[in-house]
């Protein structure tokens, strides 16, 4: 990447709330962990939420999780599930094709087998293919409507809000549909042939906004655990389903919903210490597979490592990989499950490896002529897509649209904001008023969109994104910010800053891993990697002669060059910003720092 490909970056410190960071230091808390949480959280936060003690945040507790009662239309559900329960036809679990979808198929599959005693032969889960799109689709309603013996209810979980047209249709020939799902309601609202419908983002529900779509499904069977017991069908002590929660957590992580959320905070960690008993098949597997992994899995580790391998069995083979990895019932199972997702995500990064050369020199190509949205067009798994347009994105500075041609007529996009300002589904609606011929489907948010589009109007479409896109940022060149934690001392670049640091976990969306900044002389470095693409650097303060080893991975060409040029005795000073990393190595744990930013000052 030449210099005038790279992006205009600007690392902005996050404001402090003095108030929270005053109120951490009085609860007991390290200046820095009061720092951290106080750069995480604001006084509105706390305004707003039920709990005024930021405990609830930092030590997160399944006992102050909201009542599921604020769920609306849960009693409606629950008593549907249960009236299936002790009927004798199928129920069918319908769920989406990613972490979450496949999380919900195994919730959903347990509680009706091992907790309320429905035989397996009744429960038929049917997990989307990728291929076939999101939701409940014609070809999956004319499968579930195809199914041989009679069928008491379909339960839906994270899809179905926006499917009235096919809940219409298996209604029609007497299939009732229980939709469970955490999505936006369309703006013709939820799907009225359905028999209830359970989602928080239904007018007038009371419960966190927030939660994914195995969340909202395992309070609907707890509730229906409830009835059971309630009605006689189970014992009052029937075991609750607090055991399926790792299985939450790891949903909950993978769907990037919001760590701020204090039920999905309690929700994690609690999932995360089952997790790290390693008594499920599972995790014991993954301990296996994994021996350089940390001590105790943490949610970063959950969502590189674990949520990609399993997303990546829909993305180029087949969905039901990830679901017997998930349902293993003994460590054999589970290696040999976890193998094949292994496999399928090498894959997967070949793949991705093939489509990402294609789309930089595209994205080269039209820099100048589309300076505020990139637009590419490959030839490759519409599966990558959306990790097309992230990585492009981000290594330019700018909002992406990455689009794979479905056929001769029709290209599919996934599209990345990239920038803060910018608002990719309004842009969308925008086109779509100005051009209605311009999208087949369209959907998504501020930060992260879908569509398909007729292969004619490629042209049409890159060109309005970037009209839209100026628009929106008042004709200025976008910026990328990346937001700093601020600088730390010498005294704390040090192991034991990582019990001030973990203090905060679980981070992820909304709470994010801390990551700081400063200025460092660089003793030496030296390129490393299969194709000496990265860099390891030894770093020193200027207040301290202590050295501190650095990685920064894939830097852009501008920067290898920079390193490249300088004499061999030269020891620039740069301008970093950085995540602290633990590198466990031979029994030894040494501080390391990881780059994800430098500049040579």
């Known amino acids: 990447m030449t210099s005038s490909h790279a992006p205009t970056i600007c690392i902005q410190h996050r404001s402090c709330d003095p108030t929270i960071y005053q109120q951490a230091i009085d609860e007991g808390l390290s200046s820095l962990t009061a720092r951290l949480l106080a750069q995480r959280l604001d006084s509105t936060d706390l305004a707003q939420s039920s709990s005024k003690q930021l405990h609830f945040w930092v030590q997160p507790q399944l006992k102050h999780l909201q009542h599921p009662r604020d769920l609306k239309n849960i009693d409606q559900a629950a008593e549907l599930i249960a009236r ?5 036809g199928l129920i069918v679990l319908a769920t989406d094709y990613d972490t979450d979808g496949v999380t919900s198929a195994w919730v959903g599959y347990q509680s009706l087998t091992q ?27 004319e ?20 499917d009235e047209a096919q809940i219409a249709y298996l209604a029609a020939r007497g299939i009732a549909v229980c939709v469970t799902d955490h999505h936006q309601i369309p703006v013709a609202g939820p799907p009225v042939s359905a028999a209830s419908i359970v989602n928080p ?55 990037s919903v919001s760590l701020k959320s204090l039920n999905n905070r309690a929700v994690v960690k609690a999932g995360l210490l089952q997790m790290n008993q390693f008594n499920h098949p599972i995790w014991q597997a993954v301990q296996q597979a994994h021996p350089q992994k940390p001590s105790q899995l943490t949610a ?70 589309n300076p505020f949205c990139i637009v590419i067009a490959l030839a490759g798994n519409p599966g990558i897509q959306g990790i097309i347009a992230a990585r492009i994105g981000e290594r330019y500075g700018l909002p992406c649209i990455a689009l794979t041609q479905l056929s001769e007529d029709e290209y599919a996009g996934s599209g990345r904001a990239i920038v803060e300002d910018v608002n990719l589904i309004s842009a969308f609606n925008s086109m779509a008023e100005q051009h209605p011929c311009l999208f087949n489907t369209k959907g998504g948010h501020k930060a992260a969109v879908g569509c398909q589009i ?148």
């Open 201 to 255: 983002q239904l007018e007038g529900c009371e419960y966190d906004k927030h939660i994914c779509g195995c969340f909202v499904l395992f309070l609907v069977m707890s509730k229906v655990r409830q009835t059971l017991i309630d009605q006689g069908v189970l014992n009052s002590d029937a075991a609750n389903l607090r055991a399926l929660l790792h299985q939450v957590a790891l949903g909950t992580i993978a769907d």
């Open 84 to 88: 299936a329960v002790q009927s004798d």
């Open 300 to 369: 970063e580790f959950i969502a590189f490592q674990i949520a990609s391998r399993i997303n990546a069995a829909s993305r180029v083979n087949d969905v039901q990989n990830a679901f017997r990895f998930i349902n293993a019932q003994n460590l054999a199972e589970a290696l040999d499950a976890y193998t094949q997702l292994d496999r399928d995500n090498a894959l997967r990064q070949q793949q991705q490896q093939q489509m990402m050369a294609e789309a930089i020199q595209q994205a080269q190509d039209q820099l100048i002529e």
């Open 143 to 162: 499968r579930i409507s195809a199914l041989k013996q009679p069928i008491d209810l379909v339960i839906s979980a994270d899809q179905g809000s926006s």
């Open 115 to 141: 907790y309320f005693g429905v035989k397996p032969e009744r429960v038929v889960c049917i997990i989307s293919e990728r291929a076939d799109g999101y939701g409940l689709t014609q070809e999956l309603c």
């Open 454 to 601: 007729p292969a004619s109007h490629l042209e049409l479409f890159r060109r309005e994104i970037n009209l839209q896109i100026a628009k929106q940022l008042g004709n200025e060149r976008p910026k990328l910010t990346l937001y700093s934690d601020g600088e730390l001392t010498s005294e704390q670049l040090h192991l034991t800053t990582f019990d001030d640091i973990d203090a905060l976990e679980p981070y992820g969306r909304d709470w994010p891993s801390p990551r700081f900044d400063g200025v460092f002389e660089v003793v030496s470095w030296r390129c490393v990697g299969k194709a000496s693409q990265h860099l390891s650097l030894k770093l020193r303060l200027d207040d301290n002669t202590n050295q501190i080893n650095a990685i920064f991975f894939n830097p852009s060409e501008q920067i290898l060059t920079q390193f490249l040029t300088l004499k061999e005795t030269e020891q620039p000073k740069i301008h970093c910003l950085y995540q602290l990393q633990r590198n466990e190595f031979m029994g030894r744990t040494q501080l390391q720092l990881r780059l994800d930013f430098l500049r040579l000052i």
